[in-house]
């Protein structure tokens, strides 16, 4: 029997997919990622029967980053990113072994099919999957086929039948334009990102932000915001006066007429036209016009309309919606979230869309009288050939979605049932006035039919006072008219809605990445979020924005990368050669990134006048190992220490406070060594400034305390202090934590595992024996006498903390409690003690331990 895998691009999408197409009829497992299920069944494929196993990604298998020796900030030109630089495919998520897992599962397979999401970045992850599994897939006749992709827009079972009877072949044109717009996304952002972080974080040091990102199209979008913000500070308000008329006729409620002048700009002009107006008593009605006209029901949704909404009438980030949205549909709620298309096409089942909904409280009376009235015809929208628009796939209650996914599902619901329903229709009255030689008018509203409204009650046509009635030639008794005088008022600061609506106006971004730019100038602090989810430039954001300008106009006007975004589109279509257009971009920002460099000293004027130079800034610390003066603790994001003699900054570890170390130091550079805490819970180590930003030892890499320093002899490294082997981690090691005492404490110096131990005790100190049976350092304690712990009175003893059985019970594993999740903890292979390489985990003794884990 042949076996066939089948693909999804999320856990549960796979979940659902296969439940549909067994008919519940599956068995599942866990693969051996731990993340991604596989669930198996037998069925019919290609007029024969096979064995199913449908299983997952978890969104891109590979991500795109250049060979290790190009991500040397200190060693590598920026300028050399641009080509000179080698890229290579990296496995996304290393944890996962998503590699190795498919490899697992597609060994010996004979057909494959692609359940990716049916977008650009779905056909790429298409060809990421095939390049895993095909070298293990078996090979067949060689003119079999053996690939498929399945195209669906929603987890119904009848959208995933129609997909399974209807498998097409994946699109290597739209797979290519992802990979283009990766690597130029890579290459411009990380080589403009590099130089200008090196540049002004060496300068400045209140910048608050621990990178100075460059994107192409983070950045036009932080301009649009910023191009707001100067419209704002440069508007000079000006005075104008609106002449005001009051009428009333009989005992009917004065009415407030608008001037048809609408305002003038000299006070004296509108006092000539109040001593005009106020020598006649009566107004005279000049015309009375009533129309009926129609508010029209919304278009069908689509992904920026959706994040406008709920940026402006839910109060949702672009981001947090889009997960949401995601959440929704990988549960069928709703159909997929990512389309441009505002046009139902002519086989959609919009009447049994609209069936599902008739249960459901808030709009059931909406939806069965459409139903028994009959469906008025959508508004033809756009299609843009992708998916069709967001549409509730089947009921739900909040008590399912929980409130977000709720809120968001209530308005696709009503969206859509709206464009089902016939426009608001209203009535308008205006009547028109002459008070002597002066016209004046006034106008109202009288709801004929509610129409859509009914289920978006926001857009209704609020309820005014009734017109009075009256024909031409009469005449109404003038109550008062007075001139009043106001200002003009200035822009306010881009929401998030209108900003959406800019990128998209100007072909920034796509309608999956556009929540994606909006988040990362939020995240670098170049712009806040304020009431009304409106966008303020910080005073970073601003000075960067006005750099570009001062220097090239282009790197934040939208111009450039809207005509990038095009030749991305003409490559998904087949119409442009991948290669080139790489290529011909490439240089274009390659010239402009030289140009940067050698104009940066005007973009320098601007940074000098907001931000305080870096020799300015901070606090006296420790001593360097060159010239022996204080050097400066700068506190900003990033934090870092800088001598302004030596004209030297040296990086520290984020997220925690910085101390002296007891003014010990370093023997290898004679920098005074610093302490790091993450808190009274947290961990806590010393390390050399120095050393910090420059390994002493190849087995080190940058970043590293003396808690992974493997300098032989060192008090403080490794070597000295380390006890064993991390009973969590496989690459960690347990080190003594010298100044924790009187509660004593060994932390792992690569997770946020704590091992508290020996409380009260006068002094811990690691011993250079080791533990015969787990290769364990013995520590040698020493108790007070009046609080020992140990039997018969005695106050001191040298044993394995994992193995001695006198130690046993003053043993207790925690978890560091991190300012920042990951704060202590850093990436690489760790090395035990270096006299005798890594250490045997405690095996026996991890059950004790786990013992007193909370």
């Given at each position: 029997?042949?076996?066939?895998?089948?693909?999804?691009?999320?856990?549960?999408?796979?979940?659902?997919?296969?439940?549909?197409?067994?008919?519940?009829?599956?068995?599942?497992?866990?693969?051996?990622?731990?993340?991604?299920?596989?669930?198996?069944?037998?069925?019919?494929?290609?007029?024969?029967?096979?064995?199913?196993?449908?299983?997952?990604?978890?969104?891109?298998?590979?991500?795109?980053?250049?060979?290790?020796?190009?991500?040397?900030?200190?060693?590598?030109?920026?300028?050399?990113?641009?080509?000179?630089?080698?890229?290579?495919?990296?496995?996304?998520?290393?944890?996962?072994?998503?590699?190795?897992?498919?490899?697992?599962?597609?060994?010996?397979?004979?057909?494959?099919?692609?359940?990716?999401?049916?977008?650009?970045?779905?056909?790429?992850?298409?060809?990421?999957?095939?390049?895993?599994?095909?070298?293990?897939?078996?090979?067949?006749?060689?003119?079999?086929?053996?690939?498929?992709?399945?195209?669906?827009?929603?987890?119904?079972?009848?959208?995933?039948?129609?997909?399974?009877?209807?498998?097409?072949?994946?699109?290597?044109?739209?797979?290519?334009?992802?990979?283009?717009?990766?690597?130029?996304?890579?290459?411009?952002?990380?080589?403009?990102?590099?130089?200008?972080?090196?540049?002004?974080?060496?300068?400045?040091?209140?910048?608050?932000?621990?990178?100075?990102?460059?994107?192409?199209?983070?950045?036009?979008?932080?301009?649009?915001?910023?191009?707001?913000?100067?419209?704002?500070?440069?508007?000079?308000?000006?005075?104008?006066?609106?002449?005001?008329?009051?009428?009333?006729?009989?005992?009917?409620?004065?009415?407030?007429?608008?001037?048809?002048?609408?305002?003038?700009?000299?006070?004296?002009?509108?006092?000539?036209?109040?001593?005009?107006?106020?020598?006649?008593?009566?107004?005279?009605?000049?015309?009375?016009?009533?129309?009926?006209?129609?508010?029209?029901?919304?278009?069908?949704?689509?992904?920026?309309?959706?994040?406008?909404?709920?940026?402006?009438?839910?109060?949702?980030?672009?981001?947090?919606?889009?997960?949401?949205?995601?959440?929704?549909?990988?549960?069928?709620?709703?159909?997929?979230?990512?389309?441009?298309?505002?046009?139902?096409?002519?086989?959609?089942?919009?009447?049994?869309?609209?069936?599902?909904?008739?249960?459901?409280?808030?709009?059931?009376?909406?939806?069965?009288?459409?139903?028994?009235?009959?469906?008025?015809?959508?508004?033809?929208?756009?299609d843009a050939g992708d998916h069709p628009p967001i549409t509730p796939m089947r009921a739900a209650s909040e008590r399912e979605l929980g409130s977000d996914g709720w809120r968001l599902y209530d308005y696709i619901t009503r969206h859509f049932i709206a464009t089902l329903s016939q426009d608001c229709k209203y009535l308008q009255t205006t009547i028109d006035f002459n008070i002597?030689?002066?016209?004046?008018?006034?106008?109202?509203?009288?709801?004929?039919?509610?129409?859509?409204?009914?289920?978006?009650?926001?857009?209704?046509?609020?309820?005014?006072?009734?017109?009075?009635?009256?024909?031409?030639?009469?005449?109404?008794?003038?109550?008062?008219?007075?001139?009043?005088?106001?200002?003009?008022?200035?822009?306010?600061?881009?929401?998030?809605?209108?900003?959406?609506?800019?990128?998209?106006?100007?072909?920034?971004?796509?309608?999956?990445?556009?929540?994606?730019?909006?988040?990362?100038?939020?995240?670098?602090?170049?712009?806040?979020?304020?009431?009304?989810?409106?966008?303020?430039?910080?005073?970073?954001?601003?000075?960067?924005?006005?750099?570009?300008?001062?220097?090239?106009?282009?790197?934040?006007?939208?111009?450039?990368?809207?005509?990038?975004?095009?030749?991305?589109?003409?490559?998904?279509?087949?119409?442009?050669?991948?290669?080139?257009?790489?290529?011909?971009?490439?240089?274009?920002?390659?010239?402009?990134?030289?140009?940067?460099?050698?104009?940066?000293?005007?973009?320098?004027?601007?940074?000098?006048?907001?931000?305080?130079?870096?020799?300015?800034?901070?606090?006296?610390?420790?001593?360097?190992?060159?010239?022996?003066?204080?050097?400066?603790?700068?506190?900003?994001?990033?934090?870092?220490?800088?001598?302004?003699?030596?004209?030297?900054?040296?990086?520290?570890?984020?997220?925690?406070?910085?101390?002296?170390?007891?003014?010990?130091?370093?023997?290898?550079?004679?920098?005074?060594?610093?302490?790091?805490?993450?808190?009274?819970?947290?961990?806590?180590?010393?390390?050399?400034?120095?050393?910090?930003s420059n390994p002493p030892f190849r087995d080190m890499k940058k970043g590293m305390g003396c808690n992974e320093c493997t300098h032989p002899s060192c008090q403080h490294s490794l070597n000295s202090l380390g006890i064993g082997q991390c009973v969590e981690c496989d690459s960690g090691v347990l080190v003594l934590d010298p100044i924790s005492g009187p509660k004593w404490r060994?932390?792992?110096?690569?997770?946020?595992?704590?091992?508290?131990?020996?409380?009260?005790?006068?002094?811990?100190?690691?011993?250079?024996?080791?533990?015969?049976?787990?290769?364990?350092?013995?520590?040698?304690?020493?108790?007070?006498?009046?609080?020992?712990?140990?039997?018969?009175?005695?106050?001191?003893?040298?044993?394995?903390?994992?193995?001695?059985?006198?130690?046993?019970?003053?043993?207790?594993?925690?978890?560091?409690?991190?300012?920042?999740?990951?704060?202590?903890?850093?990436?690489?292979?760790?090395?035990?003690?270096?006299?005798?390489?890594?250490?045997?985990?405690?095996?026996?003794?991890?059950?004790?331990?786990?013992?007193?884990?909370?």
């Open positions: 029997m042949k076996t066939v895998l089948m693909v999804a691009e999320k856990p549960s999408l796979a979940q659902s997919i296969a439940k549909i197409l067994s008919k519940g009829n599956c068995t599942s497992r866990k693969g051996l990622n731990g993340a991604c299920s596989v669930h198996e069944y037998t069925g019919s494929f290609q007029g024969q029967t096979v064995r199913f196993k449908m299983t997952s990604v978890c969104g891109h298998v590979m991500s795109l980053d250049f060979i290790g020796k190009y991500n040397n900030w200190d060693k590598v030109d920026p300028a050399e990113l641009f080509s000179k630089a080698l890229t290579e495919k990296k496995e996304a998520n290393p944890k996962l072994n998503m590699v190795k897992f498919l490899q697992v599962e597609a060994r010996g397979c004979d057909y494959v099919v692609l359940w990716l999401d049916c977008d650009k970045e779905g056909e790429n992850i298409c060809f990421e999957v095939l390049d895993a599994i095909e070298p293990v897939m078996s090979k067949g006749s060689g003119r079999e086929r053996s690939v498929y992709r399945a195209k669906f827009s929603s987890i119904t079972d009848t959208d995933i039948w129609k997909a399974m009877n209807g498998l097409g072949e994946p699109n290597r044109n739209e797979a290519l334009s992802v990979d283009a717009r990766q690597e130029l996304d890579l290459r411009i952002g990380c080589a403009f990102t590099r130089f200008q972080t090196k540049y002004f974080q060496g300068k400045y040091g209140n910048l608050d932000s621990s990178l100075i990102s460059f994107g192409p199209c983070q950045t036009p979008t932080l301009g649009f915001c910023v191009e707001r913000h100067d419209k704002i500070q440069s508007f000079k308000p000006e005075t104008y006066w609106v002449l005001q008329a009051k009428v009333f006729k009989g005992k009917d409620s004065p009415l407030t007429l608008d001037w048809n002048r609408v305002r003038v700009f000299d006070r004296e002009v509108g006092q000539m036209f109040v001593n005009l107006t106020k020598t006649f008593w009566e107004a005279q009605v000049e015309s009375v016009s009533k129309k009926e006209k129609a508010k029209q029901r919304p278009q069908a949704l689509n992904t920026v309309e959706m994040l406008r909404v709920a940026s402006s009438a839910l109060g949702m980030g672009p981001q947090h919606t889009m997960q949401i949205a995601e959440r929704l549909y990988t549960q069928g709620y709703i159909s997929y979230p990512r389309t441009e298309t505002t046009h139902y096409p002519e086989n959609f089942d919009l009447k049994g869309t609209l069936e599902q909904q008739t249960n459901n409280p808030f709009w059931a009376e909406e939806v069965k009288a459409l139903l028994s009235t009959g469906l008025n015809r959508p508004r033809k929208g756009t002597g030689t002066e016209a004046f008018s006034c106008s109202g509203k009288t709801l004929i039919s509610p129409g859509y409204t009914a289920v978006m009650p926001w857009q209704g046509i609020p309820l005014e006072e009734a017109m009075p009635a009256c024909e031409r030639g009469e005449t109404f008794t003038v109550d008062e008219i007075k001139l009043l005088e106001k200002q003009t008022s200035s822009p306010d600061y881009l929401t998030e809605a209108e900003l959406i609506t800019l990128m998209e106006k100007h072909g920034i971004g796509t309608d999956a990445s556009i929540p994606v730019h909006i988040n990362n100038i939020c995240q670098r602090n170049y712009v806040t979020v304020e009431n009304g989810r409106k966008l303020k430039p910080t005073n970073l954001g601003i000075v960067l924005v006005h750099g570009y300008y001062k220097t090239d106009a282009e790197l934040v006007l939208p111009t450039i990368r809207s005509a990038v975004e095009k030749q991305l589109t003409l490559i998904s279509l087949g119409k442009a050669n991948y290669q080139q257009v790489l290529q011909h971009t490439l240089d274009i920002f390659k010239r402009k990134f030289h140009y940067f460099v050698d104009s940066i000293p005007s973009m320098d004027e601007l940074m000098e006048v907001s931000f305080s130079p870096i020799a300015a800034t901070g606090k006296p610390l420790s001593r360097c190992g060159k010239c022996h003066r204080f050097m400066k603790y700068i506190q900003a994001k990033p934090s870092r220490l800088h001598c302004s003699h030596c004209d030297e900054t040296y990086s520290l570890p984020q997220n925690g406070a910085i101390k002296l170390y007891k003014e010990l130091r370093c023997p290898l550079d004679d920098f005074e060594l610093v302490l790091w805490t993450s808190g009274a819970r947290g961990k806590s180590y010393p390390l050399c400034p120095y050393c910090f060994m932390a792992c110096n690569k997770c946020n595992v704590v091992v508290h131990f020996f409380e009260h005790a006068h002094r811990v100190q690691v011993a250079q024996e080791s533990c015969d049976a787990c290769d364990a350092s013995l520590v040698a304690v020493d108790f007070n006498k009046t609080r020992t712990p140990l039997p018969a009175g005695e106050t001191q003893h040298t044993g394995c903390v994992f193995c001695d059985l006198v130690f046993q019970d003053l043993v207790e594993l925690k978890h560091a409690t991190m300012r920042h999740r990951g704060g202590g903890a850093r990436r690489g292979r760790g090395r035990g003690r270096g006299r005798r390489g890594n250490p045997k985990k405690p095996k026996d003794k991890m059950a004790a331990l786990a013992a007193y884990f909370v």
